[in-house]
């Protein structure tokens, strides 16, 4: 089982900025894909992000240019600096980890851009 905790949601001006991160506990092997998605509401989740062990990165073109993940392999950890958020930002972010057929999730964490 794997276990995710994210942290760093908040409330933020347009234009600002926020860093998500999240701890993953458990069994993970080195082929784990790490990942954020959002939920905004009346919406369907949609990817943002993803980074695969070796640093390959993937992003939604809605977020590419503000958006950075990273990943730190020796502590099973994912990072996303948001930069320039605008109000179309705002949703519930969570934290995925894709491992062979599974996928877990975190709580989720509320991310709102508003003046």
């Known amino acids: 089982q794997v276990q995710l905790v994210e942290s760093g949601g908040g409330l933020v001006q347009p234009g600002g900025s926020l860093r998500l991160s999240c701890a993953a506990s458990?069994?993970?092997?080195?082929?784990?894909?790490m990942g954020w998605y959002r939920q905004a509401p009346g919406k369907q989740r949609e990817l943002v992000a993803t980074?695969?062990?070796?640093?390959?990165?993937n992003y939604a073109d809605s977020v590419k240019g503000r958006f950075t993940i990273s990943r730190d392999n020796g502590k099973n950890t994912v990072k996303l600096q948001m930069n320039t958020l605008k109000p179309e930002d705002t949703a519930v972010y969570y934290c995925?980890?894709?491992?062979?057929?599974?996928?877990?999730w975190g709580q989720g964490t509320q991310v709102t851009v508003s003046s």
């Open positions: 995925n980890l894709a491992q062979g057929l599974r996928a877990y």
């Open positions: 458990g069994t993970i092997f080195s082929f784990a894909v």
């Open positions: 980074i695969r062990n070796g640093g390959t990165t």
